[in-house]
Nanobody
Framework: QVQLVESGGGSVQAGGSLRLSCAAS????????MAWFRQAPGKVREGVAS????????YYSDSAKGRFTISQDNAKNTLYLQMSSLKPEDTAMYYC???????????????????WGQGTQVTVSS
């Protein structure tokens, strides 16, 4: 069982930056994909970025490309999401997710992930 705990959310003005962290514990040896999702009130949960822990391959949504960077620290079993040039539309609850399967092009589909954190709120004001 993998446990995921997010941190780093908060309130920031438009144009600012935040770094989210996701600490993984439990049996993580065979985790293939870790990802960040977000969900705003009344909207579906959407994939923001994903990383293949075995090779470091990264994937981004169109809205995240060029502004967000996903990274990992294997020694600390921690996933990060560096967010810059934040916009009010980035306001959402951000979730860390993980799954042992090689998801490939399905990385952005929430239903494929078996493990989820509790979320951390990001609020961007204009």
């Amino acid at each position: 069982q993998v446990q995921l705990v997010e941190s780093g959310g908060g309130s920031v003005q438009a144009g600012g930056s935040l770094r989210l962290s996701c600490a993984a514990s439990g049996y993580t040896g065979s985790v293939y994909y870790m990802a960040w999702f977000r969900q705003a009130p009344g909207k579906v949960r959407e994939g923001v970025a994903s990383i293949y822990t075995g090779g470091g391959n990264t994937y981004y949504s169109d809205s995240a490309k060029g502004r967000f960077t996903i990274s990992q620290d294997n020694a600390k079993n921690t996933l990060y999401l560096q967010m810059s040039s934040l916009k009010p539309e980035d306001t959402a609850m951000y979730y860390c997710a993980a799954d042992r399967r090689p998801l490939g092009g399905n990385w952005h589909i929430a239903g494929y992930y078996a493990y989820w954190g509790q979320g951390t709120q990001v609020t961007v004001s204009s």
